[in-house]
């Protein structure tokens, strides 16, 4: 994205990674620039080059943004469901649920319980069924085939339409938010304070993704709940995104202040917050100098798969240890999200925190950091790096 050292990009590049100068300019890339020309960093004022994020408004930029995010949250969506599940698990979401004898026979029972090879059989009515021990939850593997086997290998994908209907308008949202608010603040602070100026990025990220967050929240609350629970019924499809939300708002229907109760649409958005804004604070302060880092090793020689290497390597590690840093924040949000609504409108971030540190200690607070990391890293990366490479295939087109 923009922010990278220029000079140092190869020329295929460098177009696409001008920084975007609000005021009408851009840094000239390299290969625009004559030699006779005074160079962006020795000119007393911006050089009226053709650079890609001058030329990308808003919409080419959140358009770059959603396809990142389209492609990622199918990638790494199993990875978002054994979290998930894990996490629920830790809160008291039952993953088994005992028949009821006089309602169903034991066809019925057979198709839901339906065993690991590993798992130690009882009977009922003369047929082996699984004791409830064995549909817990040990680990991301054990999740991936516990799924496949009970539920479906699809469900491995379970709550995707809202993980894409989430992605796409967040990162639309939130990247090009990025871009330009650091771009502001890179220019502000350079003048006033260049001390600040590399608490640009921290600064940018932690702004954007609250706006993103906030815009949001309620695809974000369908998407976990989605995930979270398991439909017992045989041959009974879960509810979709919409019908999730209406269930949430269910329980308040009988109260008058119907404006107040769409608040419920909201509940964890303070968590969420508590998560996402670290997150982007620690991700964008690391990714930044690491990938100036990579592409500087790169140099004018290197090719495009060089430099989207970089982007995905310095995104990769970002994410992962940003992923792993505020895992106790995600699981409070998940926590949250999947309670009862009148008691999760009650309860607050710090009291489901001290529930969650009273009931499981550390291990507890990073209750599925192992698949949260996992799909972190990725994620980002490939986020990172979709976008330059969209930005770069727009300019092209732009240019052409």
């Not at 339906?114 to 021990?133: A, F, M, N, Q, Y």
């Not at 890179?186 to 001390?195: L, Q, V």
């Not at 409070?332 to 609504?341: H, L, N, P, S, V």
């Amino acid at each position: 994205m923009a922010g990278c050292s220029r000079g140092s990009l190869p020329t295929w590049m460098t177009a696409a990674a001008s920084r975007v100068d609000l005021t009408g300019g851009a840094a000239s890339p390299p290969h625009l620039v004559s030699s006779s020309s005074p160079s962006p960093s020795s000119s007393s004022g911006p050089a009226p080059a053709a650079g890609a994020d001058q030329e990308l408004g808003m919409f080419e930029r959140a358009l770059s943004a959603a396809g990142a995010a389209f492609v990622s949250a199918i990638i790494v969506n199993p990875l978002d469901v054994a979290k998930t599940r894990l996490q629920a698990q830790a809160a008291g979401v039952l993953y088994h649920q005992p028949p009821q004898m006089a309602a169903l026979g034991p066809d019925a029972i057979l198709s839901e319980f339906k065993c690991s090879p590993s798992c130690t059989r009882g009977l009922i009515l003369g047929e082996p069924v699984c004791p409830p021990d064995c549909f817990q939850y040990k680990g991301t593997l054990d999740v991936f085939l516990k799924v496949v086997r009970q539920e479906g290998f699809g469900r491995l994908w379970r709550g995707t339409n809202a993980g894409l209907a989430l992605a796409v308008p967040t990162v639309g949202i939130y990247l090009p938010c990025y871009d330009i608010f650091r771009n502001w603040i890179e220019d502000f602070t350079r003048s006033n304070a260049p001390g600040l100026t590399p608490y640009a990025p921290l600064v940018a990220g932690s702004v954007a993704r609250s706006l993103a967050c906030i815009a949001c929240s309620p695809i974000e609350l369908a998407r976990t709940r989605m995930q979270a629970y398991k439909e017992f019924r045989p041959g009974v499809k879960p509810p979709g995104m919409y019908k999730t939300l209406v269930g949430v708002l269910s329980p308040l229907a009988s109260s008058s202040q119907n404006v107040q109760n769409y608040r419920a649409l909201w509940t964890g958005v303070g968590a969420q917050l508590a998560r996402d804004v670290p997150f982007s604070g620690i991700c964008w302060s690391t990714l930044e100098p690491i990938r100036r880092k990579l592409l500087g090793l790169v140099g004018e020689g290197g090719n495009a798969a060089s430099v989207l290497g970089a982007n995905f390597a310095a995104g990769f590690v970002a994410g992962s240890l940003a992923a792993g840093a505020t895992c106790p924040l995600d699981v409070a949000k998940t926590r949250r999200q999947i309670e009862d609504t009148e008691k999760a409108m009650r309860m607050t971030t710090r009291q489901t925190l001290t529930e969650i540190w009273r009931s499981g200690g550390v291990k507890g607070l990073f209750t599925g950091v192992g698949p949260r990391v996992a799909r972190a890293g990725p994620s980002v990366g490939i986020v990172v790096s979709f976008y330059e490479v969209v930005k770069y295939a727009l300019h092209q087109r732009q240019t052409s």
